[in-house]
């Protein structure tokens, strides 16, 4: 069997040091918004270079919390449009909705996966606002792009940068090309927790005191709150092992380009087409995502050879019950994309020999 990702062979890397982390927050009696966390707030921010770094709950919040942050201070209010991409996750959308404002879905770029920056720019009205930029399957979205279109129409800009710890264009790593960029650490991410965690950061001063008000009650002192707010923590067990695997990101992320690489290199196939990346640095390769016609004989031919393969994602945002009624347009790259991607085994530890025998398989199909 070859497994989509294997957790336990993943943590079993840095179990050792896992383990004494974890018996030193059992040991300090402290479980909740110590040390840890503090120091992990600050590595995390070292790490993408940004000024602030806020422990949140999970990704989820991440950005859900920083949207509530922008409406409490006056930048946005409900019903204002916010543009997001089509075929994003769906948490990318809910943290939109949450907060009663409007998601405007538009089409991705077919190369990259990530939104177009030419669809945006047609997608703004005197309504819009923000821009949630997902940097999907772990790829950058074209920052520099956004930004610029951001910057002319005073649009302000939240990552989604979930599934993307460091990658980044030019040195400049996602958490520090918009205004604010939200992180999940859900154990499958790159960087993963033993459990639910997230992380918003950004150089915004007032936006980092709000976030954390929000996150605590709506207080940043006990028993005073200025907010109605949520409680949204990131414990000291879980910060502990993010403190951990923080120290070897760079390793999983070099792991992970050099088995993307030979993917790149040996699947060749007419019937299937592998990724683009704009930039290599840009790409961190949270998931190797692979396009054909054929995607559904084609994950049920790898299946019957026991390669896991999983479709991100199987029912884009605006065919979901949840959003019936929503969206009135069509997004027929959204669909076309849906209908065709499939997500091949790829972590740290997947094996090389393990990459050689997919792409061989992947090689041998055909439709009779
Ligand atoms: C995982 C993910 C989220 C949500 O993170 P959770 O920690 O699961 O709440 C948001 N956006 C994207 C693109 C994701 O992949």
Redesign the pocket.
Same mark, same amino acid.
């Given at each position: 069997m070859i497994n989509f990702l294997d957790l336990k062979k993943l943590n079993a890397q840095y179990a050792d040091e896992l383990k004494a982390a974890c018996a030193n927050v059992i040991d300090s009696g402290w479980y909740i918004g110590g040390k840890e966390l503090a120091c992990f707030e600050q590595e995390f921010a070292i790490y993408c270079d940004a000024k602030h770094c806020i422990g949140v709950a999970?990704? &989820?919040d991440a &950005?859900s919390l920083t949207l509530r942050a922008w409406i409490e201070m006056g930048r946005l209010s409900p019903g204002d449009e916010v543009l997001v991409p089509a075929n994003?996750?769906i *948490?990318?959308i809910l943290a939109i909705t949450e907060n009663n404002l409007v998601p405007v879905l538009v089409e991705p770029d077919e190369a990259t996966f990530n939104i177009s920056p030419a669809y945006l720019k047609e997608a703004i009205t005197k309504k819009t606002k923000a821009i949630v930029a997902?940097h999907l399957y772990g790829q950058l979205a074209d920052m520099p792009a956004i930004m610029d279109i951001a910057g002319e129409e005073r649009l302000l800009v939240l990552e !989604?940068s *979930?599934?993307a710890h460091g990658a980044g264009i030019g040195g400049r790593k996602a958490g520090n090309w918009g205004d604010a960029s939200g992180f999940?650490f859900?154990p499958g991410?790159n960087l993963g927790a033993l459990g !639910?965690a997230?992380a918003v950061t950004t150089n915004d001063d007032e936006l980092a005191t709000v976030i954390r008000a929000l996150g605590n009650y709506g207080g940043i002192k006990k028993y005073e709150n200025t907010y109605r707010g949520v409680n949204s923590r990131l414990d000291e067990i879980q910060a502990a092992m993010l403190r951990v695997k923080l120290r070897f990101i760079e390793q999983e992320i070099t792991a992970r380009r050099e088995l993307a690489g030979i993917y790149s290199v040996e699947i060749n196939n007419d019937l299937i087409s592998t990724p683009s990346v704009a930039h290599p640095e840009a790409h961190v390769w949270h998931l190797y995502v692979i396009r054909s016609k054929y995607r559904n004989q084609l994950q049920e031919y790898l299946n019957s050879y026991d390669i896991q393969t999983i479709i991100h994602y199987p029912i884009p945002a605006h065919r979901q019950l949840a959003y019936k009624g929503q969206f009135s347009d069509s997004y027929p790259l959204t669909d076309l994309i849906q209908d065709q991607v499939l997500s091949i085994p790829l972590s740290s530890v997947t094996t090389k020999q393990e990459i050689h025998t997919v792409a061989r398989y992947l090689n041998d199909f055909s439709i009779a």
């Open positions: 999970n990704g &989820l &950005l994003t996750y *948490a990318s997902v !989604d *979930a599934q999940s859900y991410k !639910d997230g």
